[in-house]
Every structure is written in C-alpha cells, then in structure tokens.
C-alpha cells in the first residue's frame, strides 16, 4: 500500500511557475514509477510525465521544454516544476505511483492559469 498527498496548486497568471510536490508514504522502496497526469474539466484525464525509479523521464508533447519532473534522493517525493504555464494548463493534477500490477493515486490538487 502506498499513499499520495499532493501539494502546490494554486491560482497563477499566464507566464507564471509553480511546483507541485507529491509525498508518498507507506511501502515506497517497491514504487516502480511515479507520474503526473492532469484532467480538465471535461476532458480525460491525460499523463503530463512520468519518472521510473531509474530515473528514466517522458514528458506529453504540450509541456516539453516547460515542465521538469524531479524527485529527492530518498524516492520518496515527486516534484512536478511547471513555468511558463498557459490557461491550457488548467486541470486537477494527480500524482500516481505503480508497484507491479497496482497504481495508486493521490487526491489531486486545482491548478489554474489565468490569461
């Protein structure tokens, strides 16, 4: 069992950085990968990035060059750093972690960009 808590969302103008942070409790040492997904209001929800515990990256399209995924030295926290935000990056963003044939998620926290 894993658990996820999100943090970092808030209310920013076009052009603007913030940084979300996920904690991960419970039996982290056999997370195999964490990522970061978005969902807008009527959309799916959509993979942002996503880091293996090897430390091998991905990134969706829209946010290459803008959003850097990190974590600390102990694994145990993911950090989502988002600049040069734009209204399109509106959404509830969720942090998830896989451990073998189970994925957990986080409660999600509001992002939302202004123009």
């Known amino acids: 069992q894993v658990q996820l808590v999100e943090s970092g969302g808030d209310l920013v103008q076009a052009g603007g950085s913030l940084r979300l942070s996920c904690v991960s409790s419970g039996s982290t040492s056999t997370i195999s990968s964490h990522g970061w997904y978005r969902q807008a209001p009527g959309k799916q929800r959509e993979l942002v990035a996503r880091m293996t515990r090897g430390g091998s990256i991905n990134y969706t399209d829209s946010v290459k060059g803008r959003f850097t995924i990190s974590r600390d030295n102990a694994k145990t926290t993911v950090y989502l750093q988002m600049n040069s935000l734009e209204p399109g990056d509106t959404a509830v963003y969720y942090c998830?972690?896989?451990?073998?044939?189970?994925?957990?998620w986080g409660q999600g926290t509001q992002v939302t960009v202004s123009s």
């Open positions: 998830n972690a896989v451990l073998g044939p189970r994925v957990y």
